[in-house]
């Protein structure tokens, strides 16, 4: 027996009984057909099979159904949350997604930036390192781009960004509302956007006075360098009775540390976290935390950047904050305390 030859768009319509305008409506989601119609098609297309031609289709629309999605990391809970927001809002429009990590460094996100250029109908970018003079060299300015947590002012493109600032503060004044008076922070990367403004919410959250005499100790982000921290912490004198870490990644090294250190989380030392990943409620005692809506951010950026690229030159570039939550839990000691704090789920 020869070879079957692949079934084209025409081979759909006749069988569809439809034009092939119609069926190229139905298969690219875009124009108005009925109900009826685009169940026919559907039909007709899987029954022989049809698989339409990426190259070809881009070449008469322009268009790759793809977008570029910059990280600073893809490791961990967070960056796992905020893809799955992206990728469901993506999934919902027929988009695809190509995925780059910057690890951290501006130059290797200009480099990263420039290869998706032709190869993506628009990007989304959180790099905390990238300022508005770095993004205007990396991308062309017909290509659109949204912002996630990122320095750069939303003059470039629309811009998505968490309160950190508000969700620091707040829980700051949280711990020492149930009486901390010595409150440490570990602090996220130098240089990193969202940590400077959580910092900056932790200092406002003590005054000038105590902020000068608090004990704050660098990290990254990362477990390991919470759990050096609360190695430096548990050895301090005097120790602190709370830490506030900049993450929750850090606020689980830092756990681990006190534990074996010998100290108790909360009798000992109180212990809150940043964003609420999955894992803080589960761990031994749940973590407190400021909730983040991670997964909502990449929701809201999809959907802008879905905007941007089919209405080019219409949309606004306003900057979104997108508000926290402060969910307390056992790790700070105020469960009881505090009858007005919304435990986590």
């Given amino acids: 027996m020869g070879d079957l030859l692949a079934a084209t768009i025409k081979d759909v319509a006749i069988r569809a009984r439809v034009s092939t305008a119609s069926v190229s ?3 690219n989601g875009s124009g108005a057909v009925t109900e009826p119609t685009r169940q026919r098609v559907l039909r007709a297309a899987q029954h022989l099979r049809y698989t339409p031609h990426e190259a070809a289709r881009s070449l008469i629309t ?4 793809t977008i570029g999605v910059l990280l600073p990391d893809i490791h961990g809970e967070y960056f796992s949350e905020l893809i799955r927001g992206i990728d469901r809002a993506a ?3 027929g988009l695809h997604l190509l995925v780059s990590s ?3 460094d501006a130059d290797e996100a200009a480099l990263a930036l420039r290869a998706m250029n032709g190869r993506v109908d628009g990007v989304l970018v959180m790099s905390p ?3 508005a003079r770095s993004l205007d060299e990396a991308l062309p300015p017909t290509l659109p781009a949204v912002l996630l947590n990122t320095p750069a002012d939303a003059g470039r493109a629309p811009a998505f960004v968490i309160d950190d600032f508000g969700g620091a503060k707040a829980m700051v004044e949280h711990l020492r509302a149930l009486g901390y008076q010595r409150i440490a922070h570990i602090a996220g990367p130098g240089g990193n956007y969202e940590s400077a ?3 900056r919410g932790f200092q406002a959250a003590l005054g000038r006075t105590l902020a000068a005499k608090a004990l704050v100790l660098a990290g990254n982000f990362t477990e390991e360098s919470g759990y050096l921290a609360g190695q430096q912490l548990a050895a301090a004198t005097p120790r602190p009775d709370a830490v506030f870490a900049s993450n929750d990644m850090m606020a689980i090294g830092c756990l681990f540390a006190l534990r074996e250190a010998g100290l108790r989380v909360p009798e000992d030392i ?3 976290g940043f964003d609420d990943i999955p894992i803080a409620r589960y761990i031994t005692p749940p973590l407190t935390t400021v909730r983040a809506q991670i997964t909502e951010l990449g929701r809201q ?3 802008a950047l879905a905007h941007a690229i089919d209405e080019p030159g219409d949309g606004k570039f306003v900057r979104h904050t997108l508000g926290t939550q402060l969910v307390v839990r056992e790790s700070c000691g105020g469960m009881r305390a505090d009858p007005a704090a919304r435990p986590g789920p």
């Fill in 25 to 27: 409506r139905v298969l």
């Fill in 62 to 65: 322009r268009r790759t159904r």
């Fill in 91 to 93: 999934r919902l429009r």
């Fill in 102 to 104: 910057s690890h951290g």
């Fill in 129 to 131: 390192y990238l300022d």
């Fill in 197 to 199: 403004e959580r910092l």
């Fill in 270 to 272: 109180a212990l809150a």
């Fill in 301 to 303: 950026a999809l959907d």
